[in-house]
């Protein structure tokens, strides 16, 4: 999923090395907001195909949270 974690860096305004499963994204160091949000669901349907609900996307509190979203969409 490097590619997840690289455009997941993008958005969220972080270093690619900081990007991890475990990533809080309400954490101090990680813009999740809904903008935020709505790139990850532009990014998911870019590179899985899959369009997200935002608001089980707002729901997400770490990164392995919106993988398990993708696995289940």
């Known amino acids: ?31 999740w907001d809904s903008l935020a949000i709505v790139s990850t669901i532009a990014l998911i349907d870019d590179l899985y195909s899959k369009t997200l609900d935002g608001k089980k996307l707002t729901e997400c509190e770490t990164i392995s949270d919106i993988e398990k979203l993708i696995s289940i969409s």
Not at 1 to 8: L, N, R
Not at 13 to 21: R, V
């Open 1 to 31: 999923m490097s590619e997840f974690y690289k455009g997941m860096a993008e958005i969220l305004e972080i270093d690619e090395n900081e990007i991890s499963g475990d990533l809080v994204l309400s954490s101090g160091d990680a813009a």
